[in-house]
């Protein structure tokens, strides 16, 4: 928006009104095409000790769509425009900054509904989620360094992990003893600082993934009690990782996957879409290809959903 105001509408945020906003909102739903970048990029890098910044960084991103000049934004990414531009102004608002919320009044003008024709989110087929863990796969028993990518990729995949499950925060460090075993049925246990604890079932087709994992690193195939080592690891052999890190970490491997494909002759547009994915992407990949087999209640659970109507609209419906 800081962005749009200045180069677009030539004037401060701190000055517009309701139909300028709405101006801005019309932008965001078709920016022009150098706006719009093939993947999330960090805005700012470090060479040489400092912070420079990434030109190949972008506003936008098309991410699962096919191409930067038919972007269109998802309904759930307009909210969120909404929802952080009117925490914006009610900032600046309580501060004396701005003299109105343009947000609250184009909403009250326009209602709350954004209408109009949006794309449909695209996700792997079960077969294309196969395919893509077994080069993973492949690639692991060529380098075992590759273990620990194959891991979060079907930890994401098969339990709807998001990478703050896995991440380490602060003196907080997710272990191997948070996979325990009840009765014959093994569970994840996250128990972060500040956050609810959480109790996984964890996928009977997850668990050859945690083997082999556990096996690249020395240990024993399935996890002991009171088993303090780390989760994950840095490649130096650090505890924990950061979000960003598993992030890169699963992007990277995706890129590998694409080229891999690619160099075999069977890439097209519907593989593609693995250059802009994440894990967020590979999540929703592995819950609508579950929902083939589940039942709404049961993913509804097992994604941490607290509506059984967003999980059915999401992962079920057409």
């Not at 079960?126 to 930890?155: G, K, M, W």
Request: contains cysteine; aromatic residues 12%; charged residues 20%.
């Amino acid at each position: 928006m800081l962005l749009w105001s200045w180069f677009f509408a030539g004037k401060s945020a701190l000055t517009l009104n309701r139909d300028q906003f709405g101006q801005f909102l019309s932008f965001c739903k078709k920016p022009p095409s150098n706006w719009v970048g093939a993947a999330p990029a960090v805005r700012f890098i470090q060479e040489d000790g400092s912070w420079t910044f990434n030109e190949g960084w972008r506003p936008f991103d098309i991410r699962s769509q096919t191409e930067a000049d038919s972007y269109r934004p998802f309904t759930g990414t307009l909210r969120q425009i909404h929802s952080i531009c009117s925490s914006f102004y009610n900032f600046l608002h309580a501060e004396d900054a701005a003299a109105l919320n343009p947000v609250t009044a184009s909403r009250s003008h326009n209602g709350n509904a954004e209408s109009g024709i949006y794309p449909v989110r695209r996700y792997l087929s079960s077969d294309q989620l196969y395919h893509v863990l077994r080069i993973l796969e492949c690639r692991a028993v060529v380098n075992p360094t590759d273990e620990r990518a194959l891991f979060i990729v079907a930890a994401t995949v098969f339990m709807y992990l998001r990478a703050a499950d896995l991440a380490k925060s602060g003196e907080y460090c997710p272990s191997m003893d948070c996979f325990v075993l009840e009765d014959g049925k093994w569970w994840l246990v996250l128990d972060a600082p500040g956050t609810p604890s959480q109790r996984l079932a964890v996928n009977p087709k997850f668990l050859p993934y945690l083997k082999r994992y556990r096996k690249s690193r020395g240990l024993s195939p399935l996890p002991e009690q009171d088993e303090g080592v780390p989760m994950l690891e840095t490649s130096y052999g650090r505890p924990g990782l950061s979000v960003r890190q598993i992030r890169d970490i699963v992007q990277g491997a995706l890129r590998q996957v694409h080229a891999a494909i690619t160099s075999s002759g069977e890439c097209g547009d519907h593989w593609n879409v693995l250059l802009g994915s994440s894990l967020r992407f590979l999540r929703d990949s592995g819950a609508r290809s579950a929902a083939q087999t589940r039942e709404p209640a049961e993913l509804q659970r097992d994604l941490r959903i607290t509506s059984i109507a967003y999980t059915y609209g999401r992962y079920y419906r057409e």
